[in-house]
């Protein structure tokens, strides 16, 4: 057999040790993978980590995030994340089971640090005392519509960074630097907010999507033509609500742009009230671009 020549011998070692090095580099300097379910969750993740993180998200901002199904796509996504970040409180459940199922992610699996689950920071409302999923109630552990809750979103944030923190010790000061930088303009929104003439209004709602905001700004809802979050209405619903509108004359009909205008349309043709059609999601509407002008669109909507 021919002897290897000395210098092939250090050549090889040479390539060997550039590519281990690069393999290394590659490892210590990969920007965290993650994956989130919907646009909003996505943004928050961009407030805090910005340019530290590589943010993939699954759902598109119109479609309706309670009717969602699980795609290869998101499985593929799913696959190489490095954290998983999710709405909770059950809004996920058609697809993320099987997505966390289907990615044999270990990472990802529930109770690991790629798992943070958002609802866990926030007061939830509208816990029911018991749950039938046989009546098609979409909101089996209270209600899931948080994002719109300024005082639940900070704190969310904080939780976000805290786990960013734990995933990624090096730019843990990085993380919180940018959770303390986003409470910050929170404050002074939520000052801005606050002078919005909302407070003492009333509103028909589509679905049970405004309460967290309701709370926080002083306005109601009155009723909802969905009879049931995720049940439409019977007609006998419907001449409930044109009753309670003639009666108490409410400031108009609350929709998003997944439910459509059919009934909301329906009311107002027989009320004569105006349907307003609010930006439910980052990336709804072209104004919509991150969290902070997703809720300066809703307010402008509601007055
Ligand atoms: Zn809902």
């Not at 749950?131 to 005082?151: C, E, I, W």
């Not at 939520?190 to 999507?209: C, N, V």
């Not at 509108?245 to 439910?259: D, G, N, V």
């Not at 930006?279 to 709804?284: A, L, R, W």
Request: hydrophobic content about 40%; aromatic content about 8%; some cysteine.
């Amino acid at each position: 057999m021919q002897p290897i020549p000395f210098k092939e011998v250090r050549m090889k070692n040479i390539m060997l040790t550039i590519l281990l090095f690069g393999l290394l580099c590659s490892t210590a300097f990969a920007k965290p993978a993650v994956v989130a379910t919907l646009p909003w969750v996505a943004s928050i993740a961009e407030a805090i980590g910005k340019d530290k993180l590589e943010i993939v998200t699954l759902v598109k901002p119109n479609q309706d995030p309670h009717m969602i199904e699980a795609k290869p796509s998101m499985i593929l996504a799913t696959r190489k994340a490095d954290i998983l970040m999710y709405n909770g409180l059950d809004l996920e459940i058609g697809y993320l089971p099987v997505l966390i199922e289907s990615s044999r992610n270990p990472k990802i699996q529930p109770g690991r640090l790629g798992n943070l689950d958002c609802s866990q920071f926030v007061s939830v409302i509208e816990k029911p005392s018991a749950v039938d999923r046989s009546l098609g109630d979409v909101h089996p552990l209270g209600n899931p519509h948080y994002h719109l809750s300024p005082k639940n979103i900070g704190v969310v944030a904080d939780g976000m960074a805290k786990r960013l923190s734990e995933l990624d010790p090096a730019n843990a000061s990085f993380y919180t630097g940018n959770a303390a930088t986003f409470r910050n303009q929170l404050q002074q929104k939520i000052r801005e907010w606050q002078t919005m003439p909302l407070s003492g209004k009333r509103f028909i709602a589509y679905h049970r999507f405004f309460e967290y905001l309701s709370n926080e700004f002083g306005f109601s809802l009155i009723g909802y033509i969905e009879a049931k979050p995720g049940i439409p209405p019977s007609a006998g619903h419907l001449q409930q609500l044109i009753d309670l509108s003639r009666q108490t004359k409410p400031h108009a009909i609350l929709t998003t742009a997944y439910h459509g205008r059919k009934q909301t349309d329906a009311l107002s043709s027989r009320t004569g009230l105006t349907v307003i059609m609010v930006p439910h999601e980052v990336g709804s509407t072209a104004q919509a671009k991150d969290w902070f002008s997703l809720m300066d669109a809703v307010f402008a909507s509601l007055r």
